[in-house]
């Protein structure tokens, strides 16, 4: 198994950029989340979804971001306009059962 | 607001000592309890899961539970300077498919 993939794996964008995480879940994984880290705030769940479906957005930080999940295989995380304060590395991670495993991580740096 | 404690170090271990690490958690509800070893730069992985009380062990890991104390922990046995990481807990519910992450032990095993 291939494991959760993720792109890119760094991106350095511009303040005021538009930035699109992608993520590729472990197939047959229902459920899907994307955390943020950082060494100050560790790490932060954003949302996750639920057979496509977002359940909770609780952790989104601004309208600044949003998430989506097409189908099974494939999510997006986006942010427009990016902040500087918005970089981290961002994790997505799949489930089955109890257990998440976690993608590589994509490094963003918002300049 | 549920929260997941874990003193944040560095733990110093000599090689082939016994490593400690301990987390708390505040909701009494949680059910499962998840130790993950994150690498400098890389990504959490599962190192194992308990979910009733007493030991769990797996080669030289060993978790422990106590829901009466709230406390989880994570021994590792003979430990190595490849065990040398961050580790972090996180709690769960059954009815909730959100993980609580604590913010991590780093640990140096020296040689």
């Known amino acids: 198994d291939a494991g959760v993939i993720q792109s890119p794996r760094h991106e350095v964008t511009e303040m005021g950029q538009e930035v699109t995480l992608r993520c590729k879940p472990i197939?047959?994984?229902?459920?899907l989340f994307w955390y943020r880290q950082t060494m100050m705030r560790g790490l932060e769940l954003l949302i996750y979804?639920?057979?496509?479906?977002?359940?909770?957005d609780s952790g989104m930080p601004e309208d600044r971001f949003s998430a989506k999940m097409p189908n099974a295989s494939f999510s997006t995380l986006k942010i427009q306009p990016s902040e500087p304060r918005d970089s981290a590395v961002y994790f997505c991670?799949?489930?089955?059962?109890?257990?998440?495993?976690f993608g590589p991580g994509t490094r963003l740096t918002v300049l | 607001q549920k929260e997941v404690e874990q003193n944040s170090g560095p733990l110093s271990v000599p090689e082939g000592a016994i490593a400690s690490l301990n987390c708390t958690y505040s909701?009494?509800?949680?059910?499962?309890f998840f130790w993950y070893r994150q690498y400098s730069g890389k990504s959490p992985e599962l190192i194992m899961f308990?979910?009733s009380n007493g030991d769990k062990e797996d080669g030289r890991f060993t978790a422990q539970l106590n829901k009466a104390s709230q406390y989880v922990s994570l021994l590792i046995r003979d430990s190595q300077p490849s065990d040398s990481a961050t580790y972090l807990c996180?709690?769960?519910?059954?009815?909730?498919?959100?993980?609580?992450w604590g913010a991590g032990t780093k640990l140096i095993i020296k040689p």
């Open positions: 991670a799949s489930r089955n059962t109890d257990t998440q495993y």
């Open positions: 197939s047959g994984h229902d459920y």
């Open positions: 979804f639920n057979n496509n479906v977002p359940i909770d």
């Open positions: 909701d009494r509800g949680s059910q499962s």
């Open positions: 308990i979910y």
């Open positions: 996180a709690v769960g519910e059954r009815s909730n498919y959100q993980l609580i």
